[in-house]
């Protein structure tokens, strides 16, 4: 009888092993200088929408460092690949045909590399921070304070930025060479 009791007692406790190591199976990321919601699916082997819907997201081009993203290692991908473009990753439950895949796929690699260079950019003239302050160049852009008009908030940053950027360089990407060239943008 104690032998069946022991068995019992041991099965119990690696039921509750394995129960807490699938709840612990949702591992949780912080953003850091650089970081990109696509960058951070590469590393943790799952997709741009498992971090958007896992967090809630409103704007996957839009977090902070600092931001907790809760990340899912275990997310299914597919991969599709089309003679004019690299292999992009989606999950099966997003993708209805193949074409739908590959049109999500040319979306997310043009957003991610915009995306890069944005928060490329963010990291060399504040090191990220919105509040950060030089003259009268203000936040995580510097941006002169007279494009902000008064309103410093992240929100109004980030409005004014890609504004900025894409009147004068067209996107992200090219702004980031001309930083690189001239060491200002």
């Keep these: 009888m104690k032998i069946k009791s022991l068995v019992l007692s041991t099965v119990a406790a690696a039921g509750l092993l394995v129960f807490g190591a699938a709840a612990a199976n949702a591992d949780t ?51 599709t690949t089309t003679s004019s473009q690299a292999a992009a990753t989606a999950t099966p439950a997003a993708n209805t045909t193949t074409q739908t895949s590959t049109n999500t796929a040319s979306t997310s690699t043009t957003s991610s590399s915009d995306s890069s260079a944005k928060a490329w950019i963010a990291n060399k003239e504040s090191g990220g921070s919105y509040s950060a302050r030089n003259g009268q160049y203000v936040g995580k852009y510097q941006l002169s304070s007279s ?20 009147s004068r360089y067209g996107s992200w990407a090219a702004a980031q060479a001309h930083w690189q060239a001239n060491g200002w943008y």
């Design 29 to 79: 990321v912080t953003v850091k200088a650089g970081d990109t919601v696509s960058s951070i699916a590469k590393t943790h082997d799952t997709t741009v929408k498992a971090i958007e819907a896992a967090n809630s997201l409103d704007n996957v081009n839009l977090i902070f460092v600092g931001q907790e993203l809760e990340v899912n290692g275990t997310t299914t991908q597919t991969s």
């Design 147 to 166: 494009y902000l008009n008064g309103d410093y908030s992240a929100a109004n940053q980030e409005r004014v930025a890609n504004s900025y950027v894409a």
